[in-house]
């Protein structure tokens, strides 16, 4: 790993206007607004090129294996990249973990919102309660934990309306579709348009931990913007960033 940090850091100290590159960056929905944050001070500081597209992480995952032409993976979780790793789709020994994200209850009605999690998730006034699918994002395996945790979900089950990643079902509560959702702190800490601003954190104990995972793709091997991105990522700017927009960087 030391090696390979040296490798990217070197990349980016002699990348300039006149070298530029494009990347291809595939980023989970969660990690949206401040890869957008990152993009601009890369593109600033290196003089290259990166587009972002996101979406739920194994989304992005199965377009990959289908040819998908993206450089960097920055997933919601490890398993994917890993996967990746082993199949040959990315580089072997370019996986590191970048960010731990955090979960919050959110309600663009600032009277949902009580002192206690159990109470704020339970009210009969929540009539829709809104999750990412387990069966596609990390945040929605999380978000089901949580409510196992609290011995509630096969209570609120009924109430459970789903998005097909977090962001989804940050906009389901943002429309008034959805009375409240468990969503990622970063949709809430990073968007200074979200209605109501009231939240509560959901304890970390309550869930598995959401590791986030980096990881140069095979199509960005020798892509001097797609590992210099990288190596801004691991930078003290770079972890600052991430770490100001509700994410562990530690």
Do not use: C
Request: hydrophobic share 45%.
């Amino acid at each position: 790993m030391k090696r390979l940090i040296v490798i990217f850091a070197s990349v980016l100290a002699v990348a300039s206007p006149v070298h530029a590159e494009d990347a291809l960056i595939a980023v989970a929905a969660n990690f949206f607004k401040t890869a957008e944050q990152l993009e601009v001070a890369f593109e600033s500081k290196t003089g290259h090129d990166i587009t972002i597209v996101s979406g739920a992480t194994g989304s992005l995952y199965a377009q990959i294996l289908n040819g998908a032409p993206y450089d960097v993976l920055l997933a919601a979780d490890r398993e994917r990249p890993m996967l990746l790793e082993k199949s040959g789709d990315a580089v072997e020994g370019s996986r590191f973990t970048f960010a731990s994200g955090r979960l919050a209850v959110w309600s663009a009605d600032s009277s949902l919102i009580k002192a206690d999690l159990l109470e704020t998730l339970t009210q009969e006034k929540i009539h829709a309660l809104a999750i990412a699918n387990p069966a596609l994002a990390p945040y929605g395996i999380a978000s089901r934990e949580v409510l196992q945790s609290l011995q509630v979900w096969e209570s609120v089950m009924d109430k459970v309306v789903m998005g097909q990643n977090v962001g989804q079902a940050h906009a389901l509560t943002a429309t008034g579709n959805a009375q409240a959702g468990i969503v990622a702190l970063s949709l809430i800490v990073g968007d200074d348009q979200t209605p109501g601003k009231t939240y509560l954190p959901v304890p970390g104990h309550l869930h598995s931990p959401i590791y986030q995972d980096a990881v140069l793709l095979r199509h960005g091997q020798g892509n001097r913007a797609a590992i210099g991105f990288l190596s801004f990522l691991q930078s003290p700017e770079g972890r600052e960033l991430v770490s100001s927009q509700g994410y562990d960087v530690n």
